[in-house]
C-alpha cells in the first residue's frame, strides 16, 4: 500500500490505542467489582456496576470520538494528510462498548462465547473481508487499498460492540433473577460500597 498509506494506519492505530486506554481500565475495574459483588451474593448489584461502568465508559468514549472527529484537522496536521482518521472516530465508541463489555462478562465468567464473537466479528469480518476489500472486491468498485481495511476493521467492531453489550445485559439480568436482597438492601450497599464499608452478607 506504500509507505505514506501505512505511515497514515500507524497514526490512527496510536490515537485510537491511546484513547483505548480509558475503556480499557474501565473494563478491567468493572470485572473485578461484578466478580466481588457475585462472589459476595449481590447480583444486583454486580449488574448495576456494569450499567454504571457501561455509560461512564461510552460517555468518555463518545467525548474522545468528538474530539478526534471536531479536530481532526489540527490532529492530522501534525502527522498526515491522510483522512483515515475518520475511521477511528466511527468505531472508538463500539471499541469501548466491546471492551467493557467483554470484560463485565469475564465477572459473569463467561467467556467462550465472547471468543466466538472476536472469531468471526473480528477476524472474518475485520481481517477477513479488510483484506477482501483491500486488494479485491472490483464487485464494489474496490480495491480500496487501506480503507478497505479499516472500513472493515470500523463493521466489524461495530458488530462486536452491539453484540458483546446485549450479551452482557442478557447475562447480567439472568444473574440478577436469584437476587435474594430487596431493592432497599441493594441501595444499601451500593452506598455502603461508596462509604468503603464492607457489604453485609
Given amino acids: 500500500l506504500g509507505p505514506a498509506v501505512i505511515s497514515a494506519h500507524q497514526i490512527v492505530a496510536n490515537l485510537t490505542s491511546l484513547c483505548y486506554m480509558v475503556p480499557l481500565s474501565a473494563g478491567i475495574a468493572s470485572s473485578v467489582l461484578i466478580a466481588q459483588s457475585l462472589g459476595a451474593g449481590w447480583p444486583a448489584v454486580a449488574e448495576i456496576a456494569m450499567k454504571r461502568t457501561l455509560r461512564l465508559t461510552l460517555s468518555i468514549a463518545v467525548l474522545a470520538s468528538l474530539v478526534l472527529y471536531l479536530f481532526r484537522g489540527a490532529i492530522i496536521w501534525l502527522y498526515t494528510s491522510e483522512p483515515l482518521l475518520l475511521f477511528g472516530c466511527f468505531y472508538h465508541v463500539f471499541d469501548a462498548m466491546q471492551s467493557v463489555s467483554s470484560f463485565a462478562l469475564r465477572g459473569y465468567r463467561v467467556t467462550f462465547a465472547p471468543m466466538l464473537i472476536y472469531g468471526v466479528l ?30 472493515a476493521t470500523a463493521a466489524g467492531l461495530f458488530l462486536t460492540g452491539i453484540a458483546l453489550f446485549v450479551m452482557a445485559f442478557w447475562v447480567a439480568r439472568s444473574f440478577s433473577k436469584d437476587e435474594k436482597h430487596s431493592s432497599a438492601e441493594v441501595a444499601a450497599a451500593i452506598e455502603a460500597a461508596r462509604g468503603k464499608q464492607v457489604m453485609p452478607a
Avoid at 122 to 151: I, N, Q, R, S, T
Fill in 122 to 151: 473480528l477476524w472474518g469480518v475485520g481481517l477477513g473481508l479488510g483484506y477482501f476489500f483491500a486488494f479485491g472486491g472490483e464487485w464494489a468498485g474496490g480495491p480500496y487499498g487501506a480503507y478497505g481495511f479499516w472500513g
